[in-house]
């Protein structure tokens, strides 16, 4: 059982160049979500998704844009990237129990923007 | 903005030892829960506590939950070399949708 799946693991990108950041999992989740993560801080919420064909926006969430075309993926993307996007970026997924089921996450994708 | 508050920021103990950790929150909640990271992986749930919980125990870990206080702590009993790592809270918010704020974490050094 992969459980959340996220590629690249690494990857580096000139500012301007685009990309997309791959989140798959395998437990039929109905949420989906993207997080950064910065030196000293927590995580934060870039966009998230309910379920198929749902997007919306969490706390930071200018500079990305997401899609859900099918369940069981959630992408990320860049489309212009900017040094302050340097980062790491984590998927979660987790169930349909409102606010009472745990979030599983991908060991990140690791991001530098040059 | 971050809705928990972690403190200490970094902690280091003797194996064998007892960590404490302390997240302070702003909001009402649902749940909070508590997560671990080891370096260079995702995120690991490790306990949810419900609102109209006090103290939850799983393992070696022990939550408490004071909402008046809106702060919690986790405990973790005889530690171990391989419990080091950071460790964050996370609250889901009454109204928030399901989603999670998570706070700014503690990082854990277990000394043989």
């Known amino acids: 059982n992969a459980g959340v799946t996220q590629t690249p693991k690494f990857r580096v990108l000139k500012t301007g160049q685009s990309m997309t950041l791959l989140c798959a999992q395998d437990?039929?989740?109905?949420?989906m979500y993207w997080y950064r993560q910065d030196p000293g801080m927590g995580l934060r919420l870039i966009h998230y998704?309910?379920?198929?064909?749902?997007?919306a926006k969490g706390e930071v969430p200018d500079g990305y844009n997401v899609s859900r075309l099918k369940k069981q993926n959630f992408l990320l993307g860049l489309e212009s990237a900017a040094p302050s996007q340097t980062s790491v970026y984590f998927c979660?997924?987790?169930?349909?129990?409102?606010?009472?089921?745990?979030?599983?996450f991908g060991d990140g994708t690791r991001l530098s923007i040059l | 903005s971050q809705q928990g508050e972690e403190d200490p920021q970094a902690l280091s103990i003797q194996e064998g030892e007892n960590a404490t950790m302390n997240c302070s929150y702003k909001?009402?909640?649902?749940?909070l829960q508590w997560y671990r990271q080891n370096s260079g992986r995702g995120l690991v749930h490790l306990i949810l506590?419900?609102?109209?919980?006090r103290e939850k125990h799983s393992g070696r870990l022990r939550v408490t939950l004071d909402t008046s206080k809106k702060s919690s702590s986790l405990l973790i009993t005889a530690s171990r070399a391989a419990d080091t790592a950071s460790y964050f809270c996370?609250?889901?918010?009454?109204?928030?949708?399901?989603?999670?704020?998570f706070g700014t974490g503690t990082q854990l050094k277990v000394e043989l």
């Open positions: 437990m039929n989740h109905e949420y």
């Open positions: 909001t009402s909640i649902n749940n």
């Open positions: 506590i419900r609102s109209n919980e």
């Open positions: 998704s309910v379920g198929e064909g749902t997007t």
């Open positions: 979660a997924s987790n169930s349909r129990d409102r606010g009472n089921q745990p979030q599983h």
């Open positions: 996370a609250t889901d918010a009454t109204g928030g949708g399901n989603k999670l704020t």
